[in-house]
């Protein structure tokens, strides 16, 4: 299977230079041609080939006003060729049925102030030895922080700039890593606000919220973002700082989900969770912002992904089943109830139930284990 290990990467002023010039080559291709390809469409309701749209881009090299195409590699050209195809391939598959899941959207026209990035094939880059440096044509050897070694040899490099001005380099390596020893442990996990995670063993696990920690410099950061002018020295310095900030948000619950991920995942061997309308919940105004900031669509990622990688089944359960309202003890259904109903008792035999917890429990039990 084919997997990413991304890694920060230190350029140098001249490097960042250079790679400014590759994005923006790079961002130019994309959009010329997703241009064009706009334009046929309406002539004769057909997308240009992909050999057409590499011709153009040969004729573009040779043209005056556009020979600056020839000062950057070729390689991240053409692949922001392939970039648009992809693209192109999803939304077409979207429409038509083949590709499940969420609506695809026709790609858009990419934006300065959006990440950057540029990819290389594997005859486009080296990893140096003994440096660990990593070598691009027409950038040079850059310096890369190993946080982790690379399992095998990697079949492309992606580098990406993004909106906080840091530097990455993500590549993808074809390899099979082994499956986990079995496990005799199975999980239901229900998903919550005050308390992120409970499982059905009983144990609650709080998330991080970051975005609410840091809510009130944050709103401070866009009101002086606001009051600048667009496009000036104190706009860019405050938009950088905004961006940062953001960043920050984003590592932290995202190590918090990959952390907590991986540590399910290594202790059990079936993980069940329900199916929950994220997109539907964060509509509502009172809980958009606390669900946004938790990362469940993230989390939920995470664990299908790393199950597929590591031997470990994942099941999801139906979003209506009603886990709050059946006793986990005797089965008898109570009726619903409203959430600020925390603990309840059941009725028909008496049991005392915390509500996260009875959820959890019934959750595993509808993945078909007890």
């Known amino acids: 299977m084919k997997l990413r290990y991304k890694y920060r990467v230190y ?10 010039q590759l994005f923006g080559c790079c961002r130019y291709v994309f959009n010329v041609s997703l241009a064009f390809c706009k334009e046929q469409y309406l002539e ?7 050999g057409i749209l590499s011709k153009r881009l040969t004729n573009l090299k040779k043209q005056k006003d556009t020979l600056w195409l020839k000062e950057v590699s070729a390689i991240p050209l053409q692949q922001s060729l392939r970039d648009l195809e992809v693209a192109y391939s999803n939304f077409f598959n979207s429409v038509t049925g083949k590709r499940k899941g969420k609506k695809v959207k026709p790609p858009k026209f990419k934006k300065r102030s959006s990440k950057q990035s540029a990819k290389f094939t594997s005859n486009g880059f080296k990893i140096l030895s003994p440096s660990g440096k990593l070598y691009l044509p027409k950038i040079g050897n850059v310096d890369v922080v190993w946080s982790r070694e690379l399992p095998d040899t990697p079949s492309s490099v992606t580098i990406i700039k993004d909106s906080a001005n840091r530097y990455f380099v993500s590549f993808v390596v074809e390899f099979d890593p082994p499956a986990l020893a079995q496990s005799e442990n199975s999980v239901g996990l229900d998903l919550g606000i005050t308390d992120f995670v409970t499982t059905s063993s009983g144990e609650k696990v709080k998330a991080p919220k970051p975005l609410k920690k840091k809510l009130t410099r944050l709103r401070r950061l866009q009101k002086n973002l606001s009051g600048k002018k667009k496009g000036s020295k104190r706009y860019e310095s405050a938009r950088l700082k905004l961006a940062k900030l953001h960043a920050k948000i984003s590592d932290v619950r995202t190590d918090f989900l990959h952390k907590l991920s991986s540590r399910i995942v290594n202790e059990n061997q079936v993980i069940v969770l329900e199916d929950l309308n994220v997109s539907g919940m964060v ?19 995470m664990l299908e992904a790393k199950c597929v990688i590591y031997g470990r089944d994942f099941r999801v359960i139906d979003r209506w089943t009603p886990t709050s309202q059946i006793c986990s003890a005797c089965g008898f259904r109570g009726g619903k109830k409203e959430l600020k109903v925390r603990a309840w008792t059941c009725v028909n035999c008496g049991e005392v139930h915390e509500r996260d917890l009875n959820a959890a429990k019934n959750i595993l039990v509808a993945g078909g284990h007890s």
């Open 44 to 50: 004769t309701k057909k997308k240009p080939s992909s």
């Open 283 to 301: 509509k509502n105004r009172k809980l958009s912002r606390a669900i946004s900031d938790l990362g469940w669509r993230t989390f939920r990622s």
């Open 11 to 20: 350029p140098d002023d001249q490097q960042k230079i250079a790679l400014a």
